[in-house]
T-cell receptor, first 110, second 113 residues
Framework: GQSLEQPSEVTAVEGAIVQINCTYQ??????LSWYQQHDGGAPTFLSY????GLEETGRFSSFLSRSDSYGYLLLQELQMKDSASYFC???????????FGAGTRLFVKA | EPEVTQTPSHQVTQMGQEVILRCVPI?????FYWYRQILGQKVEFLVS????????KSEIFDDQFSVERPDGSNFTLKIRSTKLEDSAMYFC???????????FGPGTRLTVT
């Protein structure tokens, strides 16, 4: 089976940096993705890691360690609009099945 | 910017009725997915579809569910006999590469009464 663990909730202040961790257990791991979802909205893709290391996209970065079955999403220069739920998701071999974690609710305070 | 569209935005149906949820994926994408999300919970994978056949499906996707790509643009999810517990937001997604970015549609909220 597949399972993912991520914190349920994180609070940070505007301008700060926050890291959301994700650990996973899966067979046939292929890659780790991150999605953002605002209340009432659809998930939107943020980042994907197929190989170990850091991927950077603007204010967002994502890291993967396959040997540790661990990844994180790093959000820098937090803005109020970053308040949302963030999901890590693992894809199996071939990438045809993507399993989402339970999500981390990020609250950004002024 | 290309986007995935879904219709209807909200569907109310009675238990036992059949529903068809419709999606138009991004035109040059080859991989299609259906997910569902019960209010306040995580996004759950239902099925993936590639080359006109199901690639993977989850335990949720039982015989009551089916998918179809009836023409070159639409991708549908049919629930044959709806149950109360099928009430959820259903998202369609598509990608150009199975391992990479999935573009989600706005969702169809299904309410079974």
């Amino acid at each position: 089976g597949q399972s993912l663990e991520q914190p349920s909730e994180v609070t940070a202040v505007e301008g700060a940096i926050v890291q959301i961790n994700c650990t996973y257990q899966t067979s046939g791991f292929y890659g780790l993705s991150w999605y953002q979802q605002h209340d009432g909205g659809a998930p939107t893709f943020l980042s994907y890691n197929g190989l170990d290391g850091l991927e950077e996209t603007g204010r967002f970065s994502s890291f993967l360690s396959r040997s540790d079955s661990y990844g994180y999403l790093l959000l820098q220069e937090l803005q109020m609009k970053d308040s949302a739920s963030y999901f890590c998701a693992v894809s199996n071999t071939g990438g045809f099945k993507t399993i989402f974690g339970a999500g981390t609710r990020l609250f950004v305070k002024a | 910017e290309p986007e995935v569209t879904q219709t209807p935005s909200h569907q109310v149906t009675q238990m036992g009725q059949e529903v068809i949820l419709r999606c138009v994926p991004i035109s040059n994408h080859l991989y299609f997915y259906w997910y569902r999300q019960i209010l306040g919970q995580k996004v759950e994978f239902l099925v993936s579809f590639y080359n006109n056949e199901i690639s993977e499906k989850s335990e949720i996707f039982d015989d009551q569910f089916s998918v179809e790509r009836p023409d070159g643009s639409n991708f549908t999810l049919k629930i044959r006999s709806t149950k109360l517990e099928d009430s959820a937001m259903y998202f369609c997604a598509s990608s150009g590469d199975a391992t990479y970015e999935q573009y989600f549609g706005p969702g169809t909220r299904l309410t079974v009464t």
